[in-house]
C-alpha cells in the first residue's frame, strides 16, 4: 500500500455510511482486557469528523515509508504487515474473548490505550491511542462512565482527543504515527529482545567472538542493541559473515575498524567495540563492504 491508495481507503468512509465504536482497553503484562462503550449516533458521527481529519492531515504532511526496526525517520510515517506483530495478534484475540470484557470500569482497571473502530460494511479501521489521565486534552470529547457505557459530558473524566499513535486496515497493515506508543501497546520491544537472543544464540553457537560472556553482557544492556540485531536477524547478514569469513578482514581494513579479527573470530575486548562489532554483525558493512565484495568478486 502506497500513501496514495491509503488515502483512497479513508475516504471511502464518511459520517453517513460509517459507525464508531469505542473500547478502552487495559493492558496486563501481556494480556488485554476491554469495556465496550456504547455511543450515541450524533457523537459517532462528531467523533467520525475528528478522526478522520486528524488522520488525514497527518498523512498529507508525512511520506509513507516501510517500518524500520534501527529508527524512525523524520517526516514519515511506517507501514508494518500485522501478522509481523505478535502483540497486535494476540490483543486481537482477547478482545474476541468475552472472559476478556470487563462489566465496568472499577473491573477494567486502569486505562492504558482506547481504540476506536471506524466500520464500514466489511471495512475497517481501528484508532489507537496510549491513554493517561495525565495526557493533556489536544482537541476531542469528554465522557463519563456509565456501567459499561459511556455519555459525553462537561467533566474532566474520560477523554478521547484528536491524537493518533497507529491505526489498523483490516487487522491487516498497521501505520504507525508515534514509534513508542506502538511499541508500548503491542509489548513490540518483546521483539526486539527475542531476536536479540536468537542472534547471540547463533553468535554464540558459531563461535564467532572470544570474550563472548562479556559481549552478550553488554549487548543486553541496550535496547538500541536488540533492534539492530532485529534488523540483522531480517537480513540474515549473521550468516553471511558466517559464510564469508574470508572478507571480514579486507572489509575491517577498508572501513579502518579498530577490532581484530584472527582466526575466524572477533576479537572482543571492551564495551568500547559493541557498536563496532553489532554494526558489523547487523547490516551495516556486512551489506555495504563484505557483500559488495562478494557480488562484485
Known amino acids: ?39 450515541d449516533n450524533a457523537i459517532q458521527k462528531e467523533l467520525f469528523e475528528l478522526l478522520q481529519d486528524s488522520i488525514l492531515k497527518i498523512v498529507s504532511c508525512n511520506d509513507l515509508v516501510e517500518f524500520n526496526v534501527v529508527g524512525h525517520q523524520d517526516d514519515t510515517i511506517e507501514l508494518i504487515r500485522a501478522d509481523d506483530v505478535d502483540g497486535y495478534s494476540v490483543l486481537i484475540a482477547d478482545m474476541k474473548e468475552r472472559n476478556n470484557l470487563a462489566e465496568n470500569i472499577i473491573e477494567l482497571g486502569e486505562i492504558n490505550f482506547y481504540l476506536l473502530e471506524i466500520n464500514r460494511g466489511n471495512d475497517n479501521i481501528k484508532i489507537f491511542r496510549r491513554y493517561s489521565k ?10 463519563k462512565s456509565i456501567s459499561s ?24 497493515e498497521i501505520i504507525i504515527f508515534n514509534r ?3 511499541e508500548v501497546i503491542t509489548n513490540y520491544r518483546d521483539n526486539y529482545i527475542e531476536n536479540l537472543n536468537r542472534a547471540l544464540e547463533e553468535i554464540d553457537n558459531s563461535e564467532l567472538i572470544n570474550n563472548m560472556e562479556k559481549f552478550e553482557e553488554d549487548c543486553k544492556s541496550s535496547i538500541r542493541i536488540a533492534k539492530q540485531f532485529t ?36 576479537q572482543y575486548e571492551s564495551r568500547e567495540q559493541l557498536s563496532i562489532l553489532v554494526a558489523l554483525l547487523s547490516d551495516k558493512y556486512a ?8 557480488t562484485t568478486e
Open 149 to 172: 457505557k459511556l455519555s459525553k459530558i462537561d467533566g474532566n473524566i474520560f477523554q478521547v482527543d484528536n491524537i493518533i499513535d497507529f491505526i489498523v486496515f483490516n487487522d491487516t
Open 1 to 39: 500500500m502506497n500513501k496514495t491508495e491509503m488515502v483512497t481507503r479513508i475516504n471511502k468512509f464518511n459520517k453517513e455510511n460509517s459507525s464508531v465504536t469505542l473500547k478502552l482497553g487495559h493492558k496486563n503484562n501481556k494480556n488485554y482486557f476491554f469495556i465496550e462503550a456504547e455511543i
Open 180 to 182: 513508542y506508543s506502538f
Open 231 to 266: 534488523k540483522a536477524m531480517q537480513e540474515n547478514s549473521i550468516n553471511l559473515i558466517l559464510n564469508n569469513p574470508e572478507a571480514i578482514k579486507e572489509a575491517i581494513k577498508e572501513a579502518d575498524l579498530p577490532i581484530d579479527f584472527t582466526n575466524n573470530k572477533f
Open 287 to 294: 551489506k555495504t563492504l563484505i557483500g559488495k565484495r562478494i
Open 134 to 143: 495525565a495526557k493533556s486534552l489536544s482537541k476531542g470529547l469528554l465522557f
